[in-house]
């Protein structure tokens, strides 16, 4: 008889994998503990930067998104969002607590967005020059006057 | 023979040798990581398809006309202020569930429930800012989904929504603006829509977990590992709201 027939229906359920947390989960008793502390005073520091990098954001938003080059202020708004999102990910989600091997299944699929992005973007920029430079454009305008 | 054994024993066994998970993650937070991460391609696609609607376009809404208002204070011209308020929500409720997940790891029950009340009311905050923000904006377009497609709605009704660097290209061609307008509004409402779709269910998971944390289920269990799922979902719907924050408020 295998071992695990002597087992309770909830210890098949969850408990057996409760072995399977990433290291950082384990071992863990006293929440008093300097470990502890650490680990919360770092969750504190990631929420002033995440605060300091949005009120930046919304700063420039607000009284430079007029007079600033449109790419210069795309790479400025897309730069610190994803600086938001990785401290997001590998902070408060512990990506950065897990396996290489897990981080990096978890992040490949998301190079798509790669070509993603610059496909669609590119095709609707394609799109805006030929109906800018089509005469039929004109004539639905006129027509609907 | 047994010497060999004793060697190959003494090094490292590889990961993907088999025995162990080469992951070293559950099965269930695994898959809610495999979850997110097809929720975050679908979510990719609405801000893409957004981008190149916007590409596609010769005039665009500007955010700083059309998210200018706040609750209560009149017709003062608050730029991003609100919107900035929902962030700030939303952002402290995710410590607040970091805060959750820690006191999970220690066990530590009394902790849990409260961290995971505050996250609920950040949550409930949140999605308040939304309603009033889906109401003020209805009454501004007449409607949520479909608005501006009459080709003889005046052009007052739309204008506003516009920079002052592009009114002349609006009022020379009144039509491709309404055009904008009615996609910046339908792919607005589809997105952040979708989004508090999630915000809500997410609510709705915390407030689950926090029942089954006040009963002891998890303490029964040995460990709060349900309590670090519904952080990941939760942490996602925040990620999702910097992407929607940059690409309609910012950009």
């Known amino acids: ?132 430079s089509s005469p039929a454009r004109h004539t639905i305008e006129h027509v609907a006057k | 023979m047994s010497q060999t054994t004793v060697v190959t024993a003494a090094k490292e066994p590889s990961l993907w040798a088999g025995g162990r998970s080469p992951y070293n993650v559950s099965y269930g937070k695994m898959m809610t990581w495999f979850f997110l991460l097809s929720d975050a391609l679908t979510f990719g696609a609405f801000l893409i398809s957004y981008g190149t609607t916007r590409f596609f376009s010769a005039v665009w809404p500007d955010a700083n006309q059309v998210f200018k208002s706040f609750p209560f204070a009149g017709e003062h011209n608050l730029p991003l202020l609100f919107v900035s308020l929902m962030t700030f929500i939303l952002i402290m409720s995710s410590v607040t569930m970091v805060l959750a997940v820690h006191a999970g790891h220690y066990g530590d029950k009394k902790n849990v429930a409260k961290w995971l009340q505050w996250t609920i009311v950040g949550g409930i905050c949140f999605l308040s800012c939304q309603a009033w923000e889906w109401t003020h904006l209805h009454a501004e377009c007449g409607g949520l989904w479909g608005a501006f497609t009459d080709v003889n709605t005046p052009v007052d009704q739309f204008r506003h929504f516009f920079s002052e660097k592009s009114l002349p290209y609006v009022d020379a061609h009144p039509l491709v603006a309404m055009q904008s307008a009615h996609g910046f509004f339908n792919y607005f409402f589809t997105i952040t829509g979708f989004h508090g779709g999630h915000v809500t269910s997410g609510v709705i998971f915390n407030i689950l977990i926090l029942v089954n944390t006040v009963n002891g289920v998890y303490e029964r269990r040995g460990h709060y590992e349900m309590v670090e799922k519904v952080g990941l979902y939760w942490h996602f719907v925040d990620l999702v709201w910097v992407f929607v924050f940059t690409c309609f408020y910012l950009l």
């Open chain 1, 1 to 132: 008889m295998s071992a695990h027939h002597s087992n309770s229906i909830q210890h098949l359920y969850e408990g057996d994998q409760s072995k399977l947390y990433s290291g950082v989960m384990q071992h863990h008793t006293d929440v008093n503990s300097d470990e502890s502390k650490a680990q919360v005073k770092k969750i504190w520091k990631i929420f002033w930067i995440l605060l300091v990098i949005t009120v930046s954001e919304v700063i420039v938003g607000m009284f430079y998104s007029h007079n600033l080059n449109p790419a210069i202020k795309a790479f400025f708004f897309l730069g610190l969002t994803l600086l938001k999102a990785g401290y997001i990910v590998a902070v408060f989600m512990h990506l950065g607590d897990e396996f290489k091997g897990f981080i990096v299944t978890v992040l490949i699929p998301l190079v798509l967005f790669v070509w993603f992005i610059i496909a669609f973007l590119a095709d609707g920029g394609f799109w805006l020059r030929m109906n800018e």
